[in-house]
């Protein structure tokens, strides 16, 4: 019986020691996102909302690629300047190929990769749709507002009526479209990256990011040079 309290004691001891050792391991602050295969709800659903977005552009693209002319600055003499329908044909299948690519975000096996490699296009995509948004819609509103100095329209020969209708045009439709497609990819972005610390490293890169882009759109303006994104 001695023997046998002894050994039970001793099993007591070696349990509280391992169970003070692994306490300051269970206390530490855990910087990882849930383990591998976890996916929540909310980050499916703005991954599948982005991919969703940006199907919704493809066929305003494919019609101008067709020859279409709603739309266009200028309908019939834009829609029929050198390039245009082969632009919005690579505009298209690029649409296309993005969707596809956050669709595939959502797989396990992408994981594989690092974190940086899979997001950098999220990253680039969402700083160029937020600053063609932002703006696109502050430029517009100045040119619907009677500042016309405000933007300069790289189609030439376009009427006093044709100019204020691509405004309004832009105002209400094309440009919030960048706008809500940005933001919708710069969440997912920030939702697929791995540890708090790269989250905010993300929201940091997309807000300079987003910043330089602009900058950059009003030296252009300001010096009447043209750099679009249909």
Not at 36 to 55: F, H, N, T, V
Not at 118 to 132: N, Q
Not at 133 to 154: C, D, E, N
Not at 165 to 191: C, I, K, M, N, S
Request: a positive charge; glycine letters at 8%; one cysteine or more.
């Amino acid at each position: 019986m001695r023997e046998t309290a002894t050994a039970s004691g001793a099993d007591f001891t070696r349990r509280e020691s391992r169970d003070k050792v692994a306490a300051p391991a269970a206390s530490m602050p855990d910087d990882r996102t849930p383990p591998a295969g976890y996916q929540p709800r909310r980050r499916r659903l703005l991954i599948y909302l982005s991919g969703l977005a940006a199907l919704t552009a493809i066929p305003i693209h494919l019609y101008w690629a067709l020859g279409g002319t709603w739309g266009l600055p200028g309908g019939a003499e834009t829609a029929g300047l050198p390039g245009i329908r082969a632009t919005n044909t690579a505009v298209s299948v690029l649409l296309a190929c993005g969707a596809a690519y956050l669709y595939a975000l959502t797989r396990p096996w992408t994981r594989r990769r690092p974190a940086l490699l899979r997001l950098a296009p999220v990253w680039g995509a969402s700083v160029v749709c937020i600053s063609h948004g932002l703006f696109g819609i502050f430029t517009k509103a100045l040119y619907v507002a009677g500042m016309h100095a405000a933007v300069s329209w790289p189609e030439h020969d376009l009427t006093a009526a044709q100019k204020n209708l691509a405004a309004l045009r832009d105002l209400t439709v094309f440009e919030p479209w960048f706008l809500l497609q940005g933001l919708l990819l710069a969440l997912a972005g920030r939702w697929l990256t791995p540890t708090e610390t790269g989250r905010r490293r993300w929201t940091v890169s997309l807000a300079a990011g987003i910043v330089l882009v602009d900058v950059f759109g009003i030296v252009l303006a300001v010096t009447h040079h043209h750099f679009t994104v249909s």
